[in-house]
């Protein structure tokens, strides 16, 4: 049986003050929580979080991370820095990654190798575009995002690694994909782990993500394949992101 997870995404928001109350709001209304609760936090907030979730049942991670492990690239944070941090997770391959900054499978295989080098779990978002759904290639895009993460890291890895699905289209729009539509997606990735390494498929935990909103979540999460959420805007609210919890349980 696996449990389920929740992830906040923050995004590239956030300040000393803001954080301090969300983390607090989190903190004081998780009651006994079943499921196990993350946030991935800008870079400079990761000391904030160690400081203020230590011992406590959130875990924190970041949203990104060099393939490199040290060196001259300018603006890049590497994986033995999340380490200094305790960093549980990382994000690779969020969407906006690839878009904005041009990230190819092959790099983000590479980033996904690399945090579970560390000893960090890497949470592996995958998903299509709206120009792609339409065009019937959902399974395709994902399929060949998926295929160059799980070469990389091998078929012992395959319940070491986080997958998130996230439809590009649904992503910060407040268009979400049906319950049935996500949990198509999931099966599929769950037999494409399962055709990898049957056993430990059973194990690995598949997230959705896109406008997951407190009004959604149970639903979506109810789907046998869909594991948890990431969230991103209604992570920012503590009342949002505590709702968000309570459906995953
Ligand atoms: C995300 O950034 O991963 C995300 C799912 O964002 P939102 O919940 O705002 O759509």
């Given at each position: 049986m696996r449990s389920k997870l929740v992830v906040g995404n923050w995004k590239m928001n956030g300040s000393r003050a803001a954080n301090a109350s969300l983390l607090t709001g989190i903190l004081e209304g998780l009651d006994n929580a079943r499921a196990k609760v993350a946030v991935c936090v800008p870079a400079p907030y990761l000391y904030q979080c160690q400081e203020l979730l230590q011992g406590s049942p959130v875990a924190w991670g970041a949203q990104d991370v060099s393939c490199h492990p040290v060196g001259a690239y300018t603006g890049e944070v590497c994986m033995s820095m999340l380490q200094d941090f305790d960093c549980r997770y990382v994000i690779v391959g969020h969407s906006e990654r690839r878009a904005y900054?041009?990230?190819?499978n092959e790099l983000v295989a590479k980033k996904a190798k690399a945090a579970l080098d560390a000893g960090l779990t890497p949470i592996v978002c995958i998903g299509e575009t709206l120009e792609q759904r339409e065009a019937g290639q959902t399974m395709e895009v994902v399929d060949a995002q998926l295929d160059a993460v799980l070469e990389a890291v091998g078929r012992e890895a395959v319940d070491k690694i986080v997958l998130a699905y996230e439809p590009v289209w649904a992503i910060g729009t407040g268009k979400t994909a049906t319950p049935a539509m996500a949990q198509e997606v999931h099966a599929a990735l769950r037999e494409k782990l399962r055709a990898c390494n049957a056993d430990a498929a059973q194990n690995t935990l598949v997230l959705y993500g896109g406008s997951m909103k407190p009004d959604n979540a149970a639903d979506l999460m109810?789907?046998?394949?869909?594991?948890?959420g990431l969230i991103g805007g209604a992570a920012l609210k503590a009342a949002d992101f505590l709702a968000i919890i309570r459906a995953a349980q």
């Open positions: 900054h041009g990230e190819s109810a789907q046998p394949d869909i594991d948890g």
